[in-house]
T-cell receptor, first 114, second 112 residues
Framework: DAGVTQSPTHLIKTRGQQVTLRCSPK?????VSWYQQALGQGPQFIFQ???????QRGNFPDRFSGHQFPNYSSELNVNALLLGDSALYLC?????????????FGNGTRLTVT | SQKIEQNSEALNIQEGKTATLTCNYT??????LQWYRQDPGRGPVFLLL?????KEKRKERLKVTFDTTLKQSLFHITASQPADSATYLC???????????FGDGTTLTVKP
């Protein structure tokens, strides 16, 4: 049973560029949440996707956008990258029918902006 | 604004002792609280979940308590082992676990 998979594992971009990160949820899960984790800090909620729509959003600017596909996989896009966007980006999945079930996380994409 | 504080950035204990980690929160009325373990370079892994109407939950060597009056959770690892060394994250949520608020974690080191 495959867990949450994310790609790529590492990425280096230059300030001002755009980046796309990808996530495949755990088998049987239909809801995907994205989190940003800066070094030494806890994950911060970016947004959540269900039925191909953004359902909840955290305190992140519009430069952060996403998409969910019919097979429940998801993408996170960040435009006009800033140095402060350097972080570990985590994808977490869950089943919509189990709202208070725990999250299943992938191992993240480490983004470095230079 | 909502705030979660975990007792300290680092906790060092001797193998076999009980580790106790603290999670305090303000400006929040969570429906439930979760504890996750995170190893370097990896994503968080779920350990335990406790609901607001529960006082205590156990799983093998792990125990979590939840006091909604004090706005505090305690996480205990009994008979600690070097393999328990990791960062432990506390997370709060209302009805939607997908939108959880995390603390900054406590890094536990268990010395042989």
């Amino acid at each position: 049973d495959a867990g949450v998979t994310q790609s790529p594992t590492h990425l280096i971009k230059t300030r001002g560029q755009q980046v796309t990160l990808r996530c495949s949820p755990k088998s049987g899960h239909d809801t995907v949440s994205w989190y940003q984790q800066a070094l030494g800090q806890g994950p911060q909620f970016i947004f959540q996707y269900y039925e191909e729509e953004e359902r909840q959003r955290g305190n992140f600017p519009d430069r952060f956008s996403g998409h969910q596909f019919p097979n429940y996989s998801s993408e996170l896009n960040v435009n006009a990258l800033l140095l402060g966007d350097s972080a570990l980006y985590l994808c977490a999945s869950m089943s919509q029918g189990s709202y208070n079930s725990p999250l299943h996380f992938g191992n993240g994409t480490r983004l470095t902006v230079t | 604004s909502q705030k979660i504080e975990q007792n300290s950035e680092a906790l060092n204990i001797q193998e076999g002792k009980t580790a106790t980690l603290t999670c305090n929160y303000t400006n929040y009325s969570p429906a439930y609280l979760q504890w996750y373990r995170q190893d370097p370079g990896r994503g968080p892994v779920f350990l335990l979940l406790i609901r607001e109407n529960e006082k205590e939950k156990r799983k093998e060597r792990l125990k979590v308590t939840f006091d909604t009056t004090l706005k505090q959770s305690l996480f205990h690892i009994t008979a600690s082992q070097p393999a328990d060394s990791a960062t432990y994250l506390c997370a709060l949520a209302n009805t939607n676990a997908g939108k959880s608020t995390f603390g900054d974690g406590t890094t536990l080191t268990v010395k042989p």
